[in-house]
Antibody, heavy 117, light 105 residues
């Protein structure tokens, strides 16, 4: 059974940093690209970032470019999102999701990030 | 950047009725479109990909159509478990539409 479990969410002050993790199981992790998608409270889905299967290519939304960095460790079946210079606009539930060569076919349950003073 | 729009924002439907949700892309995306269903407190669930292919386990009452810039998700006979928010997503550069909420009339 495919499982994606996010962790690392917390309350952090504006300007702070946080690292999210996503533990994958039930599939061959390094066969798939992986994404982070976020959802602000009561709002819609916003794509955040993508990392290719081998970690060599990454892409990110303009709203997080230069502040967030996506990476992976295939030896640990893990996906990461390093978030720096956080603002209140980054407050959201962060999901990791598996890329089925385009669409996102499996999602975790999310980890909550709250940016507040 | 491809911008996705969805209409209507809210669709009020009675059980057993047909629902048609629209999604539009600001430029042609071919068939690189997916539909997701999200219920309160849950992660999104993939329903349709390639504009018209149902994902594994998705009931046949869900169908997708369209290509280029205009797409439609149709639920042929709404069941109680179908009341949710539906998002389209293009996977040329992965942006989502703002969603359509399907609620009980």
């Amino acid at each position: 059974e495919v499982q994606l479990v996010e962790s690392g969410g917390a309350v952090v002050q504006p300007g702070g940093s946080l690292r999210l993790s996503c533990a994958a199981s039930g599939f061959t992790f390094d066969d798939y690209s992986m994404h982070w998608v976020r959802q602000a409270p009561g709002k819609g889905l916003e794509w955040v970032a993508l990392v290719a299967w081998d970690g060599r290519s990454t892409y990110s939304a303009d709203s997080v470019k230069g502040r967030f960095s996506i990476s992976r460790d295939n030896s640990k079946n893990s996906l990461y999102l390093q978030m720096n210079t956080l603002t209140t606009e980054d407050t959201a539930l962060y999901f990791c999701a598996r890329d089925m060569w385009g669409p996102l076919d499996f999602w975790g349950q999310g980890t909550m990030v709250s940016v507040s003073s | 950047e491809v911008v996705m729009t969805q209409s209507p924002a809210t669709l009020s439907v009675s059980p057993g009725e047909r629902a048609a949700l629209s999604c539009r892309a600001s430029q042609s995306i071919g068939s690189n479109l997916a539909w997701y269903q999200q219920k309160p407190g849950q992660a999104p669930r993939l329903l349709i990909y390639g504009a018209s292919t149902r994902a594994t386990g998705v009931p046949a009452r869900f169908s997708g159509s369209g290509s280029g810039t205009e797409f439609t998700l149709t639920i042929s006979s709404l069941q109680s478990e179908d009341f949710a928010v539906y998002y389209c997503q293009q996977y040329k550069n992965w942006s989502f539409g703002p969603g359509t909420k399907v609620d009980l009339k």
